[in-house]
DNA sequence: CCGATTACCTGCACGC
DNA sequence: TGCGTGCAGGTAATCG
């Protein structure tokens, strides 16, 4: 499921219930997900208030007032939902009622806020993702964001960087984006987006949109501009709805309506003026979606 | 060092 | 209908 803007979208779920809220209680179904737990994972969780919910690339990061910082990861199929205790709700907040416990539900957190007691429930049939509990003061260092690269949002990411960052890079430009050292938070499908409204191939040799000097190009200045554009938009949308993908309130994300390249496979380019058809190839053992005439 | 491939795991769509 | 195959948003480990 997740890149950044489901992550980010899940965050925002997840805020009005968690953030202020202590957790009163774990139930941890199982000894791992992709890898173990850490050691004594309840025990260091229960009790502890939630003073910041954040995100960090596609990470969920919700830092505890015991000095510690409880950081997840959704790999591929993760996802939250809520299901609340109480009849208080917050305004806005349309939840699911209770329901059965699901399969595949890994992790449930009890919380408890100022308005509303609810059951958090983290699921993962492929369990790709992952929890980890790490101080707060070593989260920048931690084993997870040390060498992480910059977030696609926002100032950071113009075509200076970009230019600056895929410097003397020979792997394709698509690998160059899909790399978390460079830029972290990207996946395959905004990958895919960015580049096909950017006009560049997927193909091309990263080195090939930078200057020697660091400085930005027209190409690594439009891909920027075109990378923040999409994640802004998705985040926006409330992140895409990929086979089941839901937000923490059982909705369907819908920037799936909006996909130009990616899983159209043999479509007309939409692009105005091209008559392209989006092909499908193969790149670092993962699908790639672009039109071949007007990408270059 | 770098870049490319494989491994991890379940569910689903598809063709026969 | 059942069964085999391929594919899926992720990162980490391994291989040249």
């Given at each position: 499921m997740p890149e950044l803007p489901e992550v980010e979208t899940v965050r925002r779920g997840l805020e009005p219930i968690m953030l202020g809220a202590t957790i009163t209680k774990v139930a941890?179904?199982?000894?791992?997900?992709?890898f173990p737990f850490p050691d004594r994972f309840v025990e260091r969780l229960e009790g502890a208030s939630i003073n910041h919910m954040g995100r960090r690339a596609k990470y969920l990061v919700a830092e505890l007032d015991t000095g510690e910082a409880l950081v997840m990861h959704l790999g591929m199929s993760g996802s939250f939902r809520i299901e609340l205790e109480e009849a208080a709700s917050l305004p806005g907040m349309f939840h699911h009622p209770r329901s059965e416990a699901k399969a595949h539900d890994h992790v449930v957190f009890g919380v408890k806020g100022g308005t509303a007691s609810a059951q958090v429930i983290y699921n993962d049939p492929r369990r790709f993702g992952f929890m980890d509990i790490v101080k707060t003061s070593e989260l920048a260092s931690c084993k997870h964001f040390a060498g992480m690269g910059i977030e696609p949002t926002g100032n950071e990411l113009n075509g200076d960087t970009i230019s600056r960052l895929f410097a003397?890079?020979?792997?394709p430009l698509k690998a160059a984006l899909l790399d978390q050292r460079l830029i972290a938070g990207l996946g395959n499908i905004y990958v895919c987006e960015a580049l096909w409204r950017a006009g560049l191939s997927p193909r091309r040799k990263a080195s090939t949109i930078t200057r020697k000097n660091g400085m930005a190009t027209e190409r690594s200045e439009a891909l920027s501009l075109h990378i923040r554009d999409v994640i802004a938009e998705a985040i926006e949308a409330g992140g895409s709805s990929l086979r089941d993908h839901r937000q923490t309130n059982g909705d369907l994300g819908y920037f799936q309506h909006r996909f130009s390249a990616y899983d159209r496979e043999g479509e007309a380019c939409s692009k105005k003026g091209c008559s392209g058809i989006i092909n499908r190839i193969v790149q670092s053992g993962r699908s790639t979606f672009y039109c071949p005439k007007c990408q270059r």
């Open positions: 941890q179904n199982r000894p791992d997900l992709r003397g890079k020979s792997t």
